[in-house]
């Protein structure tokens, strides 16, 4: 348990540094939500208990970079783990490429979703704008970044024999 909560927290970590890699180097334009795609793959590989865990780990490392309210992070990641597993159990086929990309996708797309429910209550963000320069970034990207990802995670779960 203890070896896995490690694994859980390093790959949370390496994602998370490579998220502000990734933005310090390409900017806003190209940043996949690698932690969104490590709680999914930790969930579909996993379940969602070291998938809860992936979530408030990711959060409370988001959130301790973000100028938002502190704990937006955390409880988005927490309902993206809960989503992942209600999908999982609804629309997840075992097995195929596409299905793990549109399960990521659609926990992208909540994710974002809960942040602008909770960002809207204190500042006024216009819906288009929130549209063409958040979500349909992000939501691009992942898309190209979550097959590779994928790949790579389970190669490294099969190594380590999680």
């Given at each position: 348990m203890?070896?896995q ?5 390093a790959l949370?970590?390496a994602?998370?540094?490579a998220?502000l890699i ?12 690698l ?7 930790i ?6 208990r ?12 988001k ?12 409880l988005?990641?927490i309902?993206?783990?809960y989503?992942?597993?209600i ?7 075992v ?5 793990r990309?549109?399960?990521?996708l659609?926990?992208v797309?909540i994710?974002v979703c809960?942040q602008?429910?909770?960002?809207i ?6 819906l ?10 992000q939501?691009i990207?992942?898309?190209f970044?979550?097959s590779?990802?994928?790949t790579k995670?389970?190669e490294?779960a099969v190594?380590?024999?999680?």
């Amino acid at each position: 348990m203890i070896r896995q909560a490690l694994i859980i927290f390093a790959l949370v970590f390496a994602s998370f540094a490579a998220e502000l890699i990734l933005f310090n180097v390409f900017g806003r334009w190209f940043m996949p939500n690698l932690l969104v795609i490590v709680i999914v793959f930790i969930n579909l590989y996993s379940g969602v208990r070291h998938a809860l865990f992936a979530a408030v780990i990711a959060g409370i490392l988001k959130d301790s970079y973000s100028a938002h309210i502190f704990g937006l992070n955390i409880l988005s990641f927490i309902i993206c783990a809960y989503m992942t597993t209600i999908i999982r159990r609804y629309y997840y086929e075992v097995g195929s490429e596409n299905s793990r990309i549109r399960t990521v996708l659609l926990v992208v797309l909540i994710n974002v979703c809960v942040q602008y429910v909770f960002i809207i209550r204190f500042n006024y963000i216009d819906l288009d704008q929130f549209f063409i320069y958040v979500l349909l970034p992000q939501f691009i990207v992942t898309s190209f970044v979550a097959s590779l990802v994928f790949t790579k995670l389970k190669e490294l779960a099969v190594k380590l024999s999680l």
